[in-house]
């Protein structure tokens, strides 16, 4: 399981490389919080979801923490004859939780990365969607949003790019400390009256979604 991680960790980090315009390097270097001063607490699997179960998914951060990586295993919607029992809609939610004392984030941008095969006449969607919520629950300042609709025939791996929405002040950052971070992610495909088949799933090298959450930090 954590070779496989691994292995997927590394294709993602490639591709994502492989992405980054190389501008992007003559940026100032950011504020992070030292190492060892951010551990993940919590990651609970809503059951809401019907496209996922605990231990479906997983979350790791970066070893400098400017990043954090979480992985849907057995993720996959399918509509038409060939739909091997999966059902046309997909969901899974996860709520992560994190100490980091002195310290609060916001996601400054989000990557995402699947595989999608649909023939003429079937369409896919794609929507990841996160925000904070505290303890309790409740929703706090601060989310962002990925979409994607394909129309077939399309097939390929994909990558999706979005950047954040960075909270305007310290203080509404600062309200985040200790806050929880919950995603969501849903495919659908939908094949009509066509008859053909369509699939959304994780890269075609193995049945994982991958999403890499970059991270900005502020001093609370
Ligand atoms: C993936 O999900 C399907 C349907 O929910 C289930 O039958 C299968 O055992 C799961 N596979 C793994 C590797 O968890
Ligand atoms: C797919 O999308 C196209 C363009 O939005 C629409 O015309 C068509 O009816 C959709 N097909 C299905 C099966 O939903
Ligand atoms: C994360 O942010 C850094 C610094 O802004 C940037 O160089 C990098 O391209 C970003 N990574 C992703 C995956 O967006």
């Given at each position: 399981m954590s070779s496989f991680i691994l292995v997927l960790l590394c294709t993602l980090y490639a591709t994502l490389v492989a992405a980054i315009p190389q501008a992007v390097t003559l940026a100032a270097a950011p504020v992070l919080p030292p190492k060892g001063k951010v551990t993940l607490t919590t990651l609970d699997v809503d059951l809401e979801g019907s496209g996922c179960r605990p231990g479906d998914a997983s979350v790791m951060l970066a070893s400098d923490n400017s990043?954090?990586?979480?992985?849907?295993?057995?993720?996959?919607?399918?509509?038409?004859?060939?739909?091997?029992g999966a059902s046309t809609r997909a969901f899974c939610r996860v709520n992560i939780?994190?100490?980091?004392?002195g310290w609060a984030f916001d996601i400054?941008?989000?990557?995402?990365?699947?595989?999608?095969?649909?023939?003429?006449?079937?369409?896919?969607?794609?929507?990841?969607?996160?925000?904070w919520i505290d303890k309790n629950g409740l929703d706090l300042k601060g989310k962002g949003n990925i979409q994607k609709k394909i129309t077939g025939p399309f097939e390929d791996d994909f990558l999706l790019h979005k950047d954040g929405e960075v909270s305007d002040t310290e203080a509404s950052v600062c309200q985040k400390k200790d806050a929880r971070i919950r995603i969501s992610l849903s495919a659908t495909v939908d094949s009509g009256t066509s008859k053909k088949n369509g699939y959304v799933?994780?890269?075609?090298?193995?049945?994982?979604?991958?999403?890499?959450?970059?991270?900005s930090w502020k001093k609370c």
């Open positions: 990043a954090m990586t979480v992985i849907f295993d057995n993720f996959s919607a399918a509509d038409g004859p060939k739909n091997g939780g994190m100490t980091s004392p400054s941008s989000a990557d995402f990365r699947g595989y999608v095969y649909i023939e003429k006449g079937v369409n896919a969607s794609l929507v990841s969607r996160w925000k799933q994780g890269g075609s090298a193995d049945a994982a979604f991958g999403e890499i959450l970059n991270l």
